[in-house]
Structure formats: C-alpha cells, structure tokens
C-alpha cells in the first residue's frame, strides 16, 4: 500500500472522527446546554466536511499516481 | 553486488525493498498498540460503576492536538506529491510545517502532563464540607491544588508531607469529583465557571492519600500515561527521521532522486500510522 492511499485511510478515519466528535459535541449541548460543546460540535462537523473536499482534491491531484 | 529491488520496485509485487520492510514493522506497531488499546478497554468495562476516572482531561487540547497531527499527516503527503513532481523546493515547505506540527504536539502534550502532575486528589480521614456546584456536600476525597507557601508544588504523594515536615497545607478543591455522573460533573463545572475556587486548610494529620495525577494514582491514569507517552515517544521518533530526510539526508536527492522519494513514502507511511493511532486514541481516552 503506498503512502497515497495509506493517507485515503487517514483521511477517512478523521472524517468519521470528525461526525463522531461533532455528534458527540451536540449531544452534549442538547444535555447540559454549553455554549463550548455547540461551538466544537459545529466546528468538527465543518471540519468533517472540509476532509472530504480535501479528499476529493487529494484523489484528483494524485491520480497518476499508484495505490500499491 | 547491489542489492536488487533496493529502490525500484520489484515487477511481480510492485513493491521495492523498504516498503515491505515498514509494513512488516507496522504490523508488529499494530500488536503492541492493539495490545495497549485492549489492555485499556478490559480496564475500563472492568471497573466498578463509579470508581473510574472520567472528565479530567483537557479535551479542547486534546482536540487542538488531533487538528496539528491531521495538518501535518496532509502536509507529509503533499510533499511527497511535490517530489513525485520533481518540486524539491515545495516539498522543503511542506516537510518543515510537518516538522512543526510535530514539535508543537510535544510541545502541547508537555503542557498537559505538566498540568496533571500538579493536580492532585487527596483522600481524607474525616469527611469535609465543599461546594460541588451549587450543592454543599460533605465529602472525603477532593480533587484539587496544592498551595504551599505559595507555591504550586509537583509530583507530592502522602510520603510527601512527613518527609518535607508539613503541618499543613492549603488546597483549591475543585467543583466536581469524578465519582460524579458525567451530568452532575458538567452542571457543577457551569455552575462554578468563572468562580475563584476557596481554598481550605488541610492538616497533614488528617491525610489518608495524597496522590498527583501521575501513574500511581489509579489504573486509569496508569494506561493513560503508557499510551500517550508510548505515542509520544513515536510522535519524537517519527520527527527526528523527517527532520533527518529533510535536512542532511538530502543530498541524496541530487545523486538518486528515486531512493530519496522512496525515503520520504517510507517516513510518511511511518507518520501516517502514528497519526492513526491518535485518531482512535482521542475519542476512546478523552471522550468515552
């Protein structure tokens, strides 16, 4: 496995990690009502999006380049 | 003789020498890391309901940390891409904010040892009353700061205060206990945001435990350390190999460009599984 797609991995879990952090942010807003928890739930579904667009851009700027 | 396959690939698997090599060396990072990760998760379910630390971590810095390790796994790989391209220049960049991340990880881990290491729980002889929140309880374990002859002292345990001759001591409980529900612990947290803690005179006499937040102080703190500083100890490893390619490694570049490229793939592929291992360490020992 090359380094590109050891990273498509990488890029993978922190998206997941990202919609996992930010659910778990706004559940915890909804509980205890803290602005801090609404502001990070926010932020890392944001983040989360922007991997993947990263992603995307990744996958096209290194297309001739081999997954082994 | 040379070495066949030492830099170009071999045709039938596609794959040169080091390549192999650091997958075969992931894997056995993946069983001693899995082993840890294991070991924690037994730990944790294993634990009586009550008795386990949670909520004493840092985790806007925790999560500050998992942003820089993200930036620098994407900046690890685009210069790689800008070598594949033959762009030494942008690969220089990139490779230096790697260099970066890197040490401002260390550096912000650093911080957050140092911060437990001068945070304490003290175990108690007769209950005393404290303000948890906006609740008035009586209680004989407090988790908080030592103020002594104003001075923030590190690293104290019980032995301590007979072996420093101290009477007595003044201690900043904190609002909460981890033996609190996670909602009990987040609504005395809010409740006691922006109030200046009141310190209260603890003798020595009446001292059962003292403990600062290093390894001895419970399991928990005992598996977070191994982990974090296992981590770690690969975070600095990982750097000085970087710092190694990027700086006087370099001259290989205009002898064998192809071998220096393969270098790079090898420490990024390296990097990559460190960073990795943060991804699933963050949420299971901060959030869960």
Same mark, same amino acid.
């Given at each position: 496995?090359?380094?590109k ?7 993978t879990? +922190? ?8 659910a ?10 803290? *602005? ?9 579904? !944001? ?22 | 003789?040379?070495?066949p396959? %030492?830099?170009? !690939? ?6 040169? %020498?080091a ?18 990760? +294991? ?11 009550g ?23 994407v ?19 990139? &490779?230096?904010? *790697?260099?970066?991340?890197a ?18 729980e ?51 409980p904190?609002?909460?206990h ?27 006499? &009446?001292?059962?435990?003292?403990? !600062? ?36 490694? !370099?001259?290989?570049w ?6 220096? *490229? ?15 291992v ?11």
């Amino acid at each position: 496995m090359s380094l590109k797609a050891f990273h498509i991995v990488f890029i993978t879990a +922190s998206v997941l990690l990202a919609f996992g952090f930010g659910a778990w942010s706004l559940v915890g807003y909804s509980d205890y009502g803290r *602005t801090a928890d609404l502001i990070y739930g926010v932020s890392s579904v !944001a983040i989360g999006i922007g991997l993947i667009t990263y992603g995307r851009y990744f996958l096209k700027k290194l297309r001739d380049i081999s997954y082994l | 003789m040379e070495i066949p396959y %030492n830099h170009e !690939a071999r045709p039938d698997t596609g794959l040169y %020498n080091a390549k192999v090599g650091v997958w075969l060396f992931l894997a056995s990072e993946v069983m001693l890391f899995g082993a840890l990760f +294991s070991a924690y998760i037994l730990l944790r379910v294993g634990a009586d309901p009550g008795t386990w630390p949670h909520g004493l971590l840092n985790i806007p810095i925790g999560t500050f940390n998992t942003a820089v390790l993200i930036t620098s796994s994407v900046t690890v790989v685009l210069g790689w891409a800008a070598l594949q391209m033959g762009n030494f220049g942008a690969y220089r960049k990139y &490779q230096a904010v *790697t260099i970066l991340c890197a040490l401002g990880f260390l550096g912000i881990k650093s911080f957050e040892y140092k911060d437990k290491f001068g945070h304490y729980e003290v175990w108690l002889k007769e209950p005393v009353t404290v303000k948890h929140g906006d609740k008035e309880v009586k209680t004989d374990r407090l988790l908080g700061h030592i103020d002594y002859n104003g001075a923030h002292p590190y690293f104290w345990k019980t032995e301590t205060l007979a072996a420093k001759k101290v009477e007595s001591f003044k201690f900043a409980p904190d609002p909460y206990h981890y033996t609190m529900s996670m909602k009990e612990m987040a609504h005395a947290k809010k409740v006691a945001a922006g109030h200046k803690h009141e310190e209260i005179e603890i003798k020595s006499s &009446q001292v059962k435990r003292l403990s !600062a937040f290093v390894p001895a102080h419970s399991t928990f703190f005992a598996i977070y350390f191994t982990l974090t500083a296992l981590h770690g100890l690969h975070v600095l490893g990982g750097a000085l190999v970087i710092a190694y390619i990027w700086g006087p490694g !370099a001259k290989l570049w205009k002898t064998n460009p192809v071998q220096y *490229t393969n270098r790079v793939e090898i420490s990024g592929l390296f990097w990559h599984f460190v960073d990795l291992v943060w991804i699933f360490l963050f949420p299971v020992i901060y959030l869960l």
